[in-house]
């Protein structure tokens, strides 16, 4: 009978346990954890109960209290019901601090990762050793303030240890090269010189991938196909072709288990970019964390190849109004381009960095033609078009022995706004113009005012630097944009991304120009050429579009401009005028205020009731309930009870928030 009433007592506590106890204290605990432990406890209430009875007189021996008794034994029945029913809420609360829910499933799950964590944990290693071979760990360590370490040195020794390891560090290299305007000159130089001597893969391991993204062998989509590549880089491998009708084509096929590696390096580039921040003076100045998180998407961009596609079709639009121009873009095969395989129209040459014993070859004209119309190109994405081709490097430049080149590579592409492009283009000939006023204006407009800068004082810097330009390029207008950047940094500016990217762009463009034409400036041909750009960019059909639009939206506000000054006037004669304050949510803080306050309100009287609870239970008189139970001793644990079940409902909140964290 005794068991029959435990299991029936086990089964209503958990009903009770699982359905009221969890919206009291508003915790999930976890539906198997909370049936546990609401049997283990429900199953153990009519034996602590029996006990109760014989304790306070009002059984003996175990035996059942009948109707004679039956008040009392009620009475009873239900204090010690709920103080059990207290104490599981008590138990449950503990268990989800000590092991909250889901740590089980969390580790069920940890366990099928270890495979994943045993590669990491041994790159790793192996890029710990690669750090200790190079000897960066030094410059992972606090270092005396007095002992000054060279930068150049750090770049340097940091590039190397990139070359080492591997694809996805080579390419940090080479991203962070590009950001002159946060990464000192000595990094963007040794790691400007980063490349990937990488072998390429065979052609039957990369076989299935072609025919995976094709739908069909590779002989069903082409008449021929190389097996031997063209050219084979860190991230992918470039293949001739010639498609069914007789174009000649090259298929770029991305390097298989690549993603996986990158997957494993990427972790392990934001730990050791972390790490860097919390222990190296030099990492926090130059914002180690942040280039790699953007390095990061950077990346992850590069190797959809989808995107290429999209850019590679937005740039021979842009230029396709110029066909007399010796500089080309290849066309693209959108349908037989997928996330990891890209087909364009082959460009043949040889790359400019390689072009040397070809360019001698070709007469003064030819390569001041192809200078000219490579900077018109670039100019015109830039300045006009607002897309453009970010790294215009000497090995994205094809250049053949007709005097012709074209374009490759557009995993990088920028995009620039039309208002930035009016500023870029108002800076470069300011400069060329000497006018330090225009300069400044295109300056604040690009990057804004900082709080506290001195107008004058800046007109000035901005002299200085066109005074040390006047009458010639020392260094190439790289050197200015060098200047540029390092000014914009000094002052506090911001630099947007876009800006940054087209600073780069035209930065980067003066490189392969040199190379084309030694004699080639690039603010001289700005100048040759500002009249030719600006015309094309003043187009009158969306000027009158762009107007249109400006008085559509400006009108409104006018006409309701007197009605609102109206306004403002009669709440300053009234003395009622209220100036909101920005970054302030006074609905929030009134919310703040209120629950803090009623959690006060609640502690105070938990505290209060389990105070006199106590206090009543020891005083012990009153009428007797049973022959060893008073009533005022009954009423004190009814009242100890509610201060415990409502300590219980201020502090599930904080242990909600503490897991949600």
Known sequence: MNILWSILLGLLNAVVVGVLVRRTITVGTGALRNTIVSLVIGMSLWPITLQAFEMFGISQDGDIPWIEMSFPAVMVFLLVFAWLVVIQMVVLLAIEIVLPSGSFSHFARSVSRVPTWYRRVSRLSQIQRILLKFGLSRFMRPRIPTLRVSTREIAKTTAEAFAAAGVTFVKLGQFIATRADIVPAEFVEEFSKLQSDVPPVPFEDIRAELEDAWGRSVTEVFAEFDTVPLAAASVAQVHRAVTLDGTEVVVKVQRPKLRKQVRADSDIIMTLAERLENTAGWARTIGVTSIARGFLETLGEELDYRGEVRHTIALREATAHHEDSVVRIPQVYPELSTERVIVLERVRGVPLAKAGPLLEELSDIARADIARDLFLMVARQVLIKGIFHSDLHAGNIMIDASGRAGLIDFGSVGRIDRRDRRDIAMLLLAFEHQNSEAAMN????????????????????????????????????????TELLAFVIDQGFEMPSAVANAFRAISTLEGSLTKLDPSSDLLVMVREHADELLAESRDLHESAENLSLYVGSTLPVLASLPVEVSRVVKHLQDGTLDIGTSGLNIDLIKTLVRSTVDQFIQVIIATALILGGVLMMSANFGPPLAPELRVFTYFGAWMLLIGFILSAVVIAPALRERRFR
């Open 442 to 481: 295109a300056v604040l407009d690009i990057f804004g005012t900082p709080v506290g800068v001195d107008l004058r004082s800046m007109q000035r810097d901005i002299g200085q630097i066109m005074l040390q330009f006047e009458g010639g390029m020392p260094g190439g207008s790289s050197a200015l944009f």
